[in-house]
Each structure stands twice: as C-alpha cells, then as structure tokens.
C-alpha cells in the first residue's frame, strides 16, 4: 500500500514562501505512472485541487487562483513530490494534502479529488496579514 507523508507547512506572514514535501514510499506502477498533486481544504469549506502533475510526462495544472504563485514539481528518483508556494496571501491558509493514483485522461489529470485512491494525512499552512 502507497504511504504518502506530507511536511513543510508552517505559520508565514503574507508574502512569504513555503515549501511542501510529500514522499512516498512502497510506490507501485499505479502510483508512478498517473496524476498526482495537492488539494487543500481551508477551515469550513470543500476541499480543492491546487497542482497536479501526469507522472509519466511531467505536464502540470494550476488551479486558476494559483496566479503563477505555486510550482509543482516532482523527483521521481526519491518519490517526492513538492509543491513550492511564494507571495502567500492568508486565503492560502489551508490543511494541504498530496494525493496520487489519478488517471489521467489523455489531456488532463482529474481535478475531483474522489479520482485519487492515495492520499497523505495533511499539513497545515497558516498564512498571518
């Protein structure tokens, strides 16, 4: 079974920079070769796609609100994936969460996150004015 493990969220001022980690181990081909990415859940709301990338070929998707502000990236040698945010704003505050096994549809990774079987146990941003 794929265990994924976040780290990296912390309590920032507005414009600052993080660096979420999420490493996964006993990977399988499901894992490896499908969309993966971050979805965060702020206080009282659904939870949301943030970045997804299609583990075989490297593309990436932002959500709209994103504006250029978050990079998702992935080391396929360690089976991390990390998702670098900058010029955080306090709507970002959030539980972040990894999550992988999407399928990816020929043209995009799914952005429900019921299409992911593998997902991590969260880590907490908290972005202060």
């Known amino acids: 079974q794929v265990q994924l493990v976040e780290s990296g969220g912390d309590s920032v001022q507005a414009g600052g920079s993080l660096r979420l980690s999420c490493a996964a181990t006993?990977?399988?081909?499901?894992?490896?070769?499908?969309?993966m990415g971050w979805f965060r859940q702020a206080p009282g709301k659904e939870r949301e796609w943030v970045a997804l990338?299609?583990?075989?070929?490297?593309?990436?998707f932002y959500a709209d609100y994103m504006k250029g502000r978050f990079t998702i990236s992935r080391d396929g040698a360690k089976n991390t994936l990390y998702l670098h945010m900058t010029n955080l704003d306090p709507e970002d505050t959030a539980i972040y969460y990894c999550?992988?096994?999407?399928?990816?549809?020929?043209?995009?990774?799914?952005?429900?996150?019921?299409?992911?079987?593998?997902w991590g146990q969260g880590t907490q941003v908290t972005v202060s004015s």
């Open positions: 006993d990977t399988t081909d499901t894992y490896r070769s499908n969309c």
């Open positions: 999550a992988a096994g999407g399928r990816y549809s020929g043209a995009w990774c799914p952005r429900r996150d019921d299409s992911y079987i593998y």
């Open positions: 990338i299609y583990a075989r070929s490297g593309s990436t």
